[in-house]
Structure formats: structure tokens, C-alpha cells
């Protein structure tokens, strides 16, 4: 059988990828120059990597030059090199002088394929002329669209008011989504504090969902004062019906409910990204909703890039569901969180395990595998806590939590941390038999990392903590085997199966139970 011979011009691609800016400069680009009309359509595919290589590894003084030689070859005499040339642009980076080239090759071309392609270069790197050439006309509401979004995420930068008051809630009702499994507790602290105490009501709880109504004036550092939950979103409302609703949709992202959450909570431009979720990308829907969301009202723009918002649309039993979410990149929660850990601990799931612990008062804390310390710090974060002690194989994790701890600024609170195998736990100060009064932990799973008797490392860490907890004090881990404990002096208080992202893990609380007496104590 006759194998089939690939596609050239990607094999050649392939090939001056891997080169280096000087290499492709030196070689391709004047070999390229060079070459005939007709070699110079088999070798178009230098400019692609010319547009991609240098974009990432050049300098300065490199993409300049290749910047220059790529608004010549807009002018070639071969339509399709002009094509490359406008695809590879803004790749490298475009200004004024590269968008005045492309809007005046737009003005004399009357070929309806480079008018697209021109229109799709404009739309990424379009600046004020490109806008004002919109306002004449002569562009379709998918371009003008893009060429708002570009130039108001640079002239208007966009972001999330956390302090705004949103006074019009009537009718609202505010989704916190989280990991199945842990919706008592999200529950709970709505119930419990004194940020949203007064201000929100839980009007239902389901699987990975808490639902929520204002009954006061509120802003978005009062949700966000409530840490277990993973992610927020303002229900703009529902369509019913198995089929895609485009109008539907498109007059829920422009309704007055959503005008006045948009502008509450954002201060420049707003641009949201819509998503559709557990239905992968619906480039044909997203831009039919976007085209005739704008339609209706242009000051609300669809923009894929760095949107601050996103308009999740949910499937539901009856039809769909949108939801509006502020896009907060970091958390503005995890402040403290300098560096992370390979396979760190969710931090809703922390700060849940956290809550599961009650009020203590002048606490002494220990997490046998501390990883970046996000269990210790959303504990200490609680009150109550006198001293915190992490210990880990891993001597990259132990700095890592010293410097979350650092930068979470825990008043009060001491911290020790050390690099050792938690059954080396006498040798750090201040842990011995009876000496702690909460134990706190995510240890490995073994799904990353094979841990080679993970049973038994599991049974060591049950055997630790009832030596080192005070009688009447807790355990609270997330046990990845099926297993009872054997210690009796531990007493399970309460098993929930908790989404790990993927997988399943029980989420455990044991407390110390006081010796029996007459027992002799280990010396």
C-alpha cells in the first residue's frame, strides 16, 4: 500500500522550529529573499516561524527586525505570503505603525479572503485608528466587538471592586460552588460569621453547591470573607428547554440585574469571557451570543482574553442556567500564598478542614505533611492558636510554608518547622506524648507520587497522634485508604466522602479519648 506523503509546508515548519532567531534570520529568511516567486510559495512557511520563534525567544533589536521584514511582505505580490505575514504579526507584537499598514492594505484590497484575514489581524492588535475606522462603518458586530475589547483592555483596564455596595439585590441569588462533599461546612460558615451574619440567607444546599439571598446591602469582601467555599457566581437567570436559547441568553447578559452587577463590581471596561460549562468550547454559540449581546448593548463586551468576569451558562434538569463570576486572579483570599507545592491542598478543602476543628484557645498545632502550610495557616487564621508546627520530607515544602506563614502574618503565633519524617516527631521541640491539641493533615495520596505501602504509612500516622494528642483533642486528615483506625484511644467523630478532583477521599475527625484508668502511661 502506497503510504501518503505528509503536508510540506508543516513538515517544513517543523523543522525551522526548533532553530534558533539567528539561525531562522541568517538562513531561512535570506534564503527565503532570495528564492524565486514560485519558491517562495513552497517556503512560506519561514514566515510562520519567524512570527512564532521570535515572539517567544528574541530580543528587542530581533523582533524589530523581523516586525520590519513582515510589513514589507504585507505588500508581496502573492496574496497568500500577505496572509502569513498578517497572521505572524501580531505574534511579535504590532503598534500604530503596523495597524496604519494593515488599514490601508484593507482600503485598496478586493480580494474577500485577505479582507477577512486583514479584519482577524485587526481585531488582536487594534488600536484607536482601527476604532475609528469602525465608527464608519463597514465591519461586521463579531470585528467591531474585538476591536472594542482590544483597545479597552489597554485604554480602560478592567477590575474587581471588592468594596463596591450592590444596595438593588431584589430577586438576587448568589451560587457558591465547591467540592462535592463539603457543603455542611460551607453552610455552616455562612451561618456562623460575622461577615455575613445579617447579610445572606442559605436558601438551599446540594451536591457542590450552597445557594445564598442577600437580605442586606453587601459587597464582594463579604462573600469573600467566607473561606470554604471555591468559586461565586450571580445567578442571571434560567431558560428552559433542551435546545441552545441564543436570545435567551443574550438577553440575560444584558438584563438590568446583570447591567447592575457589572457595574457595581467593576471599575473600567467590562468584558466577561462566556463559558460553557461541562460542554467544552461552543465557538458557534459564543459568538452568536456575543454578537447580539453586544448588539443590544455594546458597553458590555465579550473578550476570551484577561476578561475580569465570566458568564458560566450551567446545564440544568429544566434547561440552563447563567451565572455571572468575578475572574480573581490570585484569590484575593489567599494573600499569604507566596509559592505553592506540586500536589498542595485545595484550599476551600483546607480551609474546611480548618473549620472542622471548633474553637480552641491557646492551641498548639502540628501538620505531619505540611506541603505550603495551608492547613496550619487557615487554622491559625481562626483564632485560638498559640503555635504552629509543620514538618515534611521535602526541605523545598518546609521554606515554601515558612514563607506562606511569614506573609499570612499570624499575630502571635509561633512557628516551627522542620524537614524530618513526622515518626521523628520527638525530635522537635515542643511535640512529645501529650503535647498537642489538634493534628491536621493532607498526606499523600499516592496518586502522583507511588508511595510503596501507603496503608501502612497511614496506620503510623493513626499510631503518632495518639501518642502525641492530649486527651480530649482532635485529628482531622484526609484518609486516601479504606480503613479503621486500630488505636483505641481514637474515636471517630465524623466520615465524609469529599471530591479530591477526580477521585474520592474520606474526610475524617477523631478525638483523643482520656486513658482508662489504671492504664500505665508509655515512659
Not at 469571557?273 to 458557534?284: D, E, I, M, T, W
Not at 465570566?310 to 440544568?316: E, K, L, Q, S
Not at 490570585?330 to 480551609?351: K, T, W
Not at 492558636?385 to 515558612?402: F, K, P, Y
Amino acid at each position: 500500500m502506497k503510504k501518503e506523503k505528509g503536508n510540506p509546508a508543516k513538515e517544513l515548519y517543523k523543522q525551522m522550529r526548533v532553530l534558533n532567531c539567528k539561525q531562522i534570520w541568517d538562513d531561512e529568511v535570506m534564503r527565503f529573499d532570495q528564492a524565486t516567486s514560485q519558491e517562495r510559495m513552497g517556503r512560506v512557511a519561514v514566515v510562520r516561524a519567524v512570527g512564532v520563534v521570535f515572539s517567544e525567544t528574541g530580543t528587542e533589536e530581533q523582533k524589530e527586525k523581523a516586525r520590519t521584514w513582515l510589513r514589507q511582505l504585507l505588500h508581496d505580490p502573492c496574496e497568500k505570503i500577505r496572509r502569513y505575514a498578517m497572521a505572524a504579526l501580531p505574534k511579535i507584537g504590532a503598534g500604530p505603525g503596523e495597524e496604519a499598514e494593515l488599514l490601508g492594505l484593507l482600503r485598496t484590497t478586493g480580494v474577500d479572503r485577505e479582507k477577512k484575514f486583514l479584519g482577524q489581524t485587526l481585531e488582536k492588535i487594534a488600536g484607536i485608528a482601527t476604532l475609528k475606522e469602525i465608527e464608519e462603518g463597514g465591519f461586521d458586530l463579531q470585528t467591531r466587538q474585538k476591536v472594542e475589547s482590544n483597545v479597552a483592555r489597554s485604554q480602560s483596564p478592567s477590575a474587581i471592586c471588592m468594596n463596591s455596595v450592590l444596595s438593588d439585590f431584589r430577586g438576587l441569588r448568589i451560587h457558591l460552588h465547591g467540592r462535592r462533599g463539603l457543603e455542611e461546612i460551607v453552610r455552616d460558615e455562612v451561618n456562623d460569621s460575622p461577615a455575613a451574619h445579617g447579610k445572606f440567607r442559605v436558601a438551599e444546599v446540594r451536591s457542590g453547591l450552597v445557594a445564598i439571598t442577600p437580605l442586606a446591602p453587601f459587597t464582594l469582601g463579604d462573600i469573600h470573607a467566607l473561606r470554604c467555599f471555591d468559586t461565586v457566581g450571580f445567578v442571571l437567570g434560567h431558560t428552559s428547554g433542551k435546545s441552545e436559547s441564543i436570545e435567551d441568553w443574550a438577553s440575560l447578559i444584558t438584563s438590568p440585574l446583570s447591567r447592575n452587577i457589572f457595574k457595581t463590581f467593576t471599575t473600567g471596561s467590562i468584558r466577561y469571557r462566556l463559558n460553557f460549562v461541562a460542554k467544552g468550547h461552543q465557538r458557534s454559540a459564543v459568538r452568536l451570543v456575543a454578537n447580539q449581546a453586544y448588539a443590544a448593548c455594546p458597553e458590555i463586551l465579550n473578550d476570551a482574553r484577561s476578561a475580569p468576569w465570566t458568564i458560566d451558562v450551567r446545564p440544568t434538569k429544566e434547561g440552563t442556567s447563567l451565572e455571572l463570576s468575578p475572574r480573581m486572579t490570585p484569590d484575593p483570599r489567599l494573600y499569604f500564598r507566596v509559592q505553592d507545592v506540586p500536589a498542595a491542598s485545595h484550599p476551600p478543602l483546607a480551609a474546611c478542614m480548618a473549620r472542622l476543628a471548633g474553637k480552641g484557645i491557646n492551641e498548639l498545632i502540628w501538620d505531619p505533611f505540611c506541603g505550603s502550610g495551608l492547613e496550619l495557616i487557615e487554622r491559625a487564621l481562626l483564632g485560638g492558636v498559640r503555635s504552629i508546627c509543620g514538618t515534611d520530607l521535602s526541605n523545598e515544602a518546609i521554606e515554601i510554608a515558612r514563607k506562606n506563614v511569614t506573609a499570612a502574618k499570624l499575630e502571635s503565633v509561633q512557628a516551627t518547622f522542620a524537614c524530618c519524617d513526622f515518626r521523628d516527631f520527638q525530635q522537635i521541640k515542643g511535640l512529645g506524648p501529650e503535647t498537642v491539641d489538634l493534628v491536621i493533615t493532607n498526606p499523600p495520596m499516592g496518586r502522583r507520587v507511588p508511595i510503596p505501602d501507603l496503608r501502612g504509612l497511614i496506620e503510623d500516622l493513626l499510631s503518632v497522634t495518639a501518642t502525641v494528642l492530649k486527651p480530649g483533642a482532635k485529628l482531622i486528615f484526609a484518609n486516601p485508604v479504606r480503613m479503621e483506625s486500630t488505636q483505641r484511644s481514637l474515636k471517630l467523630q465524623s466520615r465524609r466522602t469529599v471530591d479530591f478532583g477526580g477521585f474520592e477521599c474520606r474526610l475524617e475527625v477523631y478525638l483523643k479519648l482520656a486513658e482508662p484508668r489504671g492504664q500505665i502511661k508509655p515512659s
